[in-house]
DNA sequence: GAACCAAAACCAGTTACATCA
DNA sequence: GATGATGTAACTGGTTTTGGT
C-alpha cells in the first residue's frame, strides 16, 4: 500500500485527487465510514444498543469537501467536539479503526509524525474518517511513539545504573586491597599520584604528562583501567526501521595534527 | 518593531469503550 | 456470562505558536 501526501512545500495542493488508484482504494475504508446520525443504527458492524439508541456523530458533511470550502469546514471540524448533543447525553462512542485504516494512517506516520491541514483534510477523505480524528489519531501515536522511546530511555539508565554499580563495588575493593598492599609495602608510597583524565568526547582516559611516566610503570592493567559506564551512544527507538542518524564523532586529538 | 489578542496546534493526562483471556 | 487487564479512540485543560491588528 503506497500512499501519496504532499510533503510540506512539495505542491500547494494537498488533495490526492490526482491519484485514481487511491481513490479506488478508499472503497476499502468504507467499512468504518463514520456514520451520519441516521446511519447509527446499520452502518456499524457491532450494532450495539448503545450505538443505536444515541447518535454518535453529528453528520459533519465532510463527504461533500471540496473547493473553497475547505477551510472553513476543516475549521469547524477540528474545534473540539463535545461529548454531549442536544438533548444533553454523552455521546462519547468509540469508533474502532479498521487494519487498513491504521495501516494507511501508519504508512503517513512514517512520512511525517505530524500533519499540514491539507494533508489531514486529504487523508481523512482518503480514509472517511473526520479530520479530527486523523487529528486525534496523530496525537495519540505521537504520544505511543514518545513513550516507547521513555521506556527505551529507561531501561538504558537501569543498565548504567548496574554498571556503575556494579564499577563502584569493584573500585571499593581495589581500595581495601591497595590499602592492605600499602601496610604490607610501605615503598608503594613513594610513588607519584597519577593524574588521570577523561576525553568528553571519546570518553578514554588518557594520563596527564608529569604522572604519564610513572604511570606506565605502575602496573595499571586492563583490570584498573576505569570503566566507561556508557559504552553505547544513547539508544533511540526507531519505530519503522529508520536508520539512526550517522554519528557525528569528531577526534580533536587527531585532527589537531592533520 | 513591540504589545496585544484570538485562533490554531500541540501535548500530557485522563476517560471511556472494545476486546480478549 | 462476569470480570479484570489491556489497547486505544476521544476528550480536557493547559501551553505554545502563529497571524492579524
Known amino acids: 500500500m503506497v500512499l501519496v501526501l504532499n510533503h510540506p512545500g512539495s505542491s500547494e495542493n494537498g488533495s490526492i485527487s490526482g491519484n485514481v488508484g487511491l481513490l479506488a482504494a478508499a472503497r476499502v475504508f468504507e467499512v468504518n465510514r463514520l456514520p451520519a446520525a441516521e446511519e447509527v443504527s446499520s452502518a456499524n458492524s457491532v450494532g450495539s444498543p448503545f450505538q443505536r439508541d444515541f447518535g454518535i ?15 472553513e469546514t476543516e475549521r469547524v471540524l477540528s474545534s473540539r467536539a463535545s461529548d454531549d448533543d442536544e438533548n444533553g447525553f454523552n455521546t462519547r462512542k468509540k469508533l474502532r479503526l479498521s487494519k ?8 503517513s506516520f512514517k512520512e511525517h509524525s505530524t500533519l499540514n ?14 479530520p479530527r480524528q486523523v487529528e486525534v489519531w496523530f496525537q495519540n501515536r505521537r504520544a505511543r511513539t514518545k513513550l516507547k522511546q521513555t521506556e527505551v530511555d529507561c531501561e538504558y539508565l537501569k543498565r548504567c ?5 556494579e564499577e563502584n563495588r569493584r573500585l571499593h575493593k581495589e581500595l581495601q586491597e591497595l590499602r592492605a598492599l600499602k601496610t604490607s609495602n610501605p615503598f608503594c608510597t613513594q610513588l607519584p599520584a597519577t593524574t588521570l583524565t577523561m576525553c568528553p568526547s571519546c570518553e578514554r582516559v588518557a594520563t596527564t604528562s608529569a604522572a604519564a611516566t610513572n604511570a606506565r610503570t605502575t602496573n595499571i592493567d586492563s583490570t584498573t583501567k576505569p570503566i566507561n559506564p556508557f559504552p553505547l551512544s544513547r539508544p533511540r527507538f526507531y519505530p519503522f526501521s529508520q536508520t539512526p542518524p550517522a554519528p557525528n564523532h569528531h577526534h580533536h586529538h587527531q585532527s589537531a595534527a592533520s
Open 100 to 107: 487498513e485504516q491504521s495501516a494507511f494512517l501508519e504508512e
Open 117 to 130: 491541514p491539507k494533508q489531514k483534510l486529504a487523508l481523512a477523505k482518503q480514509l472517511n474518517l473526520r
Open 161 to 165: 545504573c548496574d554498571t556503575l554499580t
Open 57 to 71: 456523530y453529528a453528520n459533519t458533511g465532510n463527504e461533500n469537501l471540496g473547493g473553497n470550502d475547505v477551510v
